[in-house]
């Protein structure tokens, strides 16, 4: 989503496009852009576009969801299990929070903990690097 300070910043620097009119105009209305002030809404504009677009990409489980594919590819099915670090955990969890997903936590048969992303049991790894993703595996 984008968020309310980028829409107002973009809508008060937006405001400054508006045509001129004759006498009930504010002053300064109609006068010439500065250069430096179309450069500031062309990036506000630029920012909302990129805050847009990061709200569909899934860069955080981007690298999970390559090691699903290959899995799928080559057995037919998604993988029951992932080991990853404390990172790529959080970065999933953020994931769930950001989309409104619902979070599915659990424990695995060894008490390690476990967050559902799909149909793969992602399982907390806190013994390994936070940025660990192991290779996809079933029981």
Do not use: C
């Not at 506000?44 to 594919?69: C, G, H, M, N, Y």
């Not at 979070?103 to 008490?111: H, Q, S, V």
């Amino acid at each position: 989503m984008i968020d309310r300070r980028q829409l107002l910043t973009v809508s008060g620097l937006l405001g400054a496009l508006a045509p001129g009119g004759g006498e009930g105009a504010p002053n300064g209305a109609g006068q010439q852009l500065s250069p430096q002030a179309a450069q500031d809404i062309a990036s506000a504009i630029r920012d909302i576009k990129l805050a847009i677009s990061a709200e569909s990409s899934f860069s955080e489980i981007l690298p999970l969801r390559t090691r699903q594919v290959d899995y799928l590819k080559a057995r037919g099915k998604f993988p029951d299990f992932i080991d990853v670090g404390a990172d790529i955990w959080y970065a999933v969890h953020d994931w769930h929070v950001r989309l409104q997903q619902p979070l599915m936590f659990g424990r695995d048969a060894m008490g390690r903990y476990t967050l559902m992303l799909g149909f793969t049991a992602l399982v907390l790894r806190p013994d390994v690097v936070p940025n660990f993703i192991s290779t996809a595996y079933d029981y």
